[in-house]
């Protein structure tokens, strides 16, 4: 999948969790990932945010460790 289209699908989950209690935002962004992502998607997620980081909403980046941190 193209790089534009993963982060745009990213930043569109992080957009819905927004609305979630400040404490949860990360958490929930990260499931979503984890629970409907393709283990692929989310390798290349990885690999784009090692590359850059501008246009990728903060939530994204925070779950991204999340999710490495749990792996």
């Known amino acids: 999948m193209s790089p534009d ?3 745009y699908m990213a930043n569109q989950i ?8 400040e404490g949860e935002r990360v958490d929930r962004v990260a499931g979503h990932i984890k ?7 989310r390798d290349q997620l990885f690999e784009i945010v090692d590359r850059k980081t501008a246009g990728i909403d ?3 980046l925070s779950a991204v460790s999340q999710l490495r941190e749990a792996a």
């Not at 992080?14 to 209690?21: D, E």
């Not at 629970?35 to 998607?41: E, G, I, N, T, V």
């Open 14 to 21: 992080a957009t819905f969790f927004t609305s979630q209690p």
């Open 58 to 60: 903060p939530l994204v």
């Open 35 to 41: 629970d409907f992502w393709d283990p692929r998607m």
């Open 5 to 7: 289209k993963l982060i």
